[in-house]
C-alpha cells in the first residue's frame, strides 16, 4: 500500500506564503501539506525562504520524530522503517510516478508588449550608467514593464521560450526592492492564468534570467549571480560576459544547469551563499561536461557590516559608482548641474574652455 509523499505547497498568491515561525518575515514560510489531506501538517512545518538570512526549514519526518502521537497507523498496519534513537516507526512514503507533464511557456508577444524603459528600476539605473549601457541591457535581456512601473524580468530559455517573467517594483532612487505587500514578487504565468490566457495546470519550470544570451553568444564565458538586478547591472560593467541570474540562492540547479553544457562558467554568489554555491559547483561538475570555477572576489574583500546584510556584486558596483561620482562633485569647479551636462556630453566642457566661458 503506498502513502502519498508529504510537499511544499505550491505558490498560487500571497495566501500561500505564511509568516515564518522563527524569523517572524510575513510571506517567507511555505507550509508543507499533507499527502492525502493537501492541508498543513502543523503551523510550524515548512521553509523559510529567506535561506540566508533564516535557515529555518522544519520537515515533515522531523515533526513525526517530535511528535510521535501525530502518527496515525494505517488500518492494517504497513509501517515500515524506524528511527534509530527513538524507535519511532515511520511509514514508507515511495515516490509516485507521474507521466512527463510539457513545460509550460508563454507567448512571445506578450515580451514584446511589455518591452518599456518605464519602470522604476530602470529609472535607477540611468542615475548610474549611459543610455548606450542600458539600451544593450534592457535589449539583450528583453526587460519589460507594468503600468505600475514594475520591472518585468522575463525568463526566456536557450531554445528561445518564454517560461514566466518575474514582476517586482524598485525604489527608483535607491534601486532596493520594495519588499512590503504592494511590492511582493508576482509572476506573468500567475497572472495571465487568473485572465485563462494560460490553462490552470501551467507546468511552470524556471530557467536561469538570460539563459537565452547562450544561443546568441556561444563563445561567450558565463557569469551566474544570484539576482536579476545584479546580471543587469553587472552586464553594464562587463559585457564581455554572458550575466545570467539565479534568481534565489537556491536558484542554481542541475536542472537549470543543463543549458550549461561545453561553456566555461564562473559563479559570484551573494556574502552568504559562498558554502552552498561551492557544494553545487560540485554537483554540476560531476554531472555536465562544463568548466567552472567560483569566485572569492565578496568573500575576500567584505567587511562584517557587509556580511552581515548579505551583500552582492551589484551593490559592491553601485557603491563604487557613487564613491566615484561623489569624488568627481567635489572636485569639479561647475554646479553639479551642469557636471552632470559635460558627463553625459563631453563637447561642452570644450566649448566652455575654448570660449573661455564662466557659470554664472
Known amino acids: 500500500m503506498h502513502y502519498p509523499q508529504p510537499y511544499l505547497q505550491p505558490y498560487k498568491g500571497k495566501a500561500t506564503r505564511h509568516t515564518c515561525p522563527a524569523c517572524e518575515t510575513k510571506q517567507s514560510f511555505t507550509l508543507y501539506l499533507d499527502g492525502n489531506t493537501h492541508e498543513p501538517i502543523n503551523s510550524k512545518v515548512g521553509k523559510c525562504n529567506r535561506e540566508s538570512k533564516c535557515g529555518y526549514h522544519y520537515t515533515p519526518k522531523q515533526y513525526f520524530i517530535d511528535n510521535p502521537s501525530s ?4 488500518l492494517g498496519g504497513g509501517w515500515v522503517g524506524s528511527h534509530a534513537s527513538s524507535n519511532i516507526l515511520i511509514p514508507s512514503i515511495p515516490k509516485s510516478i507521474e ?3 510539457p513545460i509550460g511557456t508563454i507567448p512571445f508577444r506578450f ?4 518591452a518599456s524603459y518605464k519602470s ?9 550608467f549611459s543610455d548606450d549601457q542600458i539600451r ?4 539583450n535581456y528583453a526587460l519589460g514593464a507594468t503600468n505600475s512601473k514594475e520591472v518585468i524580468f522575463w525568463q526566456i530559455d536557450i531554445h528561445g521560450k518564454v517560461r514566466t517573467g518575474k514582476i517586482m517594483q524598485y525604489n527608483p532612487e535607491t534601486g532596493n526592492r520594495i519588499k512590503h505587500q504592494s511590492g511582493a514578487i508576482d509572476w506573468v504565468h500567475n497572472k495571465l492564468k487568473k485572465t485563462g490566457a494560460l490553462p490552470e495546470d501551467f507546468n511552470l519550470q524556471q530557467c536561469f534570467f538570460g539563459e537565452h544570451l547562450l544561443a546568441i553568444y556561444p563563445n561567450k564565458p558565463v557569469a551566474i549571480v544570484e539576482s536579476e538586478k545584479t546580471a543587469i547591472i ?11 541570474a539565479a534568481g534565489n540562492i537556491n536558484g542554481l540547479s542541475i536542472e537549470k544547469c543543463q543549458a550549461l553544457k561545453d561553456r566555461d562558467i564562473i559563479l559570484y554568489p551573494d556574502l552568504g551563499a559562498f558554502e552552498k554555491w561551492s557544494l553545487k559547483k560540485t554537483e554540476v561538475l560531476k554531472k555536465y561536461n562544463c568548466r567552472i570555477s567560483i569566485s572569492t572576489l565578496l568573500e575576500d574583500e567584505a567587511i562584517d557590516a557587509e556580511r552581515a546584510n548579505g551583500l552582492d556584486v551589484a551593490d559592491f558596483i553601485v557603491i563604487e559608482l557613487k564613491s566615484k561620482k561623489t569624488k568627481l562633485e567635489i572636485q569639479s569647479k561647475f554646479s553639479p548641474m551642469l557636471q552632470s551636462m559635460i558627463e553625459r556630453n563631453k563637447s561642452i566642457l570644450i566649448l566652455i574652455n575654448g570660449l ?3 557659470e554664472i
Open 71 to 74: 502518527l496515525t497507523p494505517p
Open 99 to 101: 507521466p512527463p507533464h
Open 111 to 114: 515580451v514584446e508588449k511589455s
Open 120 to 128: 522604476n528600476f530602470v529609472r535607477f539605473l540611468f542615475d548610474h
Open 136 to 139: 544593450s541591457a534592457a535589449e
Open 234 to 244: 553587472a552586464s553594464c560593467i562587463v559585457p564581455d560576459l554572458i550575466w545570467l
Open 356 to 358: 573661455v566661458l564662466e
